[in-house]
């Protein structure tokens, strides 16, 4: 994963992106000075945890104080075992190249788990089932995908929103921005169309933000994973095992329904569960 317009978005909307500095331009030391979200409970040995800031609903706030659904559920987590994680501002679109170097142990970052992806990182078992969502202005003729055809789309750079749009748009152009937000705020000012983006940011954005509605909600199939480097194999058994462990004991339920207001749809997360395990 700025006039005036983009302040108020990205306090907001801004998604999936690098927080205004690339991690590929980061040193070490200014990696580890970017860590933030409140310490787990658990405490611990640090885990470094790279994410694109914001994204909300899933990560926000300022350096030092980042919360979200992800922020919350790696911190349960890291209260099972045993590790307090530092989050780490990086750009999505180099993060997942990040983590397989080592500039941090792991990712949480509203990640699909893809095989492209997969080629080069390992992932959790998955912790969030997604789709996708055509956000609009109000009015707008364009009903869903469907309608984009021949139109001026936005997405963010390095995103599941993109490839759809390059897959099934048919734009006439299809416009990659580096941030969430920025693609938001192309289609405040007018000039994209539409944009296609994780429908949990997309509602999260329709709600904080006047003047955009979602067209459609297009139903991909996607699952969220925890990233990290091929070689962690260890690491990712003891994620695995958090993450489990915050299923049964509820913890991820609470950080659930405190972010979405709803309850989690635990059928449907243990199948996917159950059917990465089996692969």
């Not at 078992?125 to 789709?131: A, C, K, W």
């Not at 329904?257 to 199948?271: I, N, Q, V």
Request: glycine share 12%; with cysteine; net charge negative.
């Amino acid at each position: 994963m700025a006039v005036l317009l983009v302040g108020a978005v990205a306090l907001v909307v801004t998604g999936c992106g690098g927080g205004g500095s690339s991690s590929s331009e980061k040193t070490g030391s200014e990696e580890s000075a970017e860590g933030g979200g409140a310490a787990g409970e658990g405490g611990g040995e640090k885990l470094a945890v790279g994410s694109d800031i914001p994204y909300p609903p899933f990560e926000q706030g300022k350096k030092g104080s980042y919360t979200g659904f992800d922020v919350n559920l790696m911190e349960a987590i890291g209260e099972e075992i045993g590790r307090e994680p530092e989050f780490i501002d990086s750009s999505f679109e180099t993060i997942f190249r990040d983590v397989a170097q080592g500039k941090f142990e792991a990712v949480m970052s509203a990640a699909t788990i893809t095989p492209e992806r997969e080629q080069v990182v390992s992932f959790s078992l998955p912790y969030y089932l997604s789709e996708q969502a055509i956000v609009v202005t109000e009015g707008s003729p364009i009903k869903g995908l469907s309608d984009l055809k021949g139109k001026v789309v936005a997405a963010q750079q390095g995103t599941t929103g993109l490839a759809l749009g390059k897959e099934k748009a048919e734009a006439s152009e299809l416009r990659p921005y580096p941030e969430g937000p920025d693609a938001i705020n192309a289609l405040k000012a007018g000039t994209v169309e539409a944009v296609i983006i994780d429908n949990p940011v997309a509602v999260k954005a329709t709600e904080e933000l006047s003047g955009i509605e979602i067209a459609e909600k297009v139903a991909t199939n996607e699952t969220y994973g925890i990233a990290v480097a091929k070689e962690s194999t260890e690491l990712l058994e003891q994620l695995n095992e958090g993450l489990k462990k915050t299923i049964e004991n509820g913890k991820y339920a609470t950080v659930y329904e405190k972010w979405f207001h709803e309850a989690p749809p635990k059928e449907g997360l243990l199948k996917a569960i159950e059917e990465a395990e089996s692969k």
